[in-house]
């Protein structure tokens, strides 16, 4: 999944220690937490995260659902 693959960077971007204002540098640091435990979010749940994917492919794809249906059963 390409989200997976987008967050480590914004987690790796996202330090905020580099002498900007106190807010700003407050605002990335929530940023990076959120990344952070949206990331840990997808690892944990990745093969929920899958199926529910693959379900969501199924319904806008007919042809999707029925090669899909002996996968998960």
Known sequence: MHV????PSQVIGSGGRS???VNS?????????????LRATL???NLQALYAS??????????CEMQSS????
């Open 4 to 7: 997976t693959r987008q967050l």
């Open 19 to 21: 002498g900007r204002l």
């Open 25 to 37: 540098g407050l605002r990335d640091r929530q940023k990076c937490l959120l990344a952070t435990h």
């Open 43 to 45: 690892l944990a749940n």
């Open 54 to 63: 693959w379900q969501f492919a199924a319904q806008i794809c007919g042809h």
């Open 70 to 73: 002996g996968l998960f059963a």
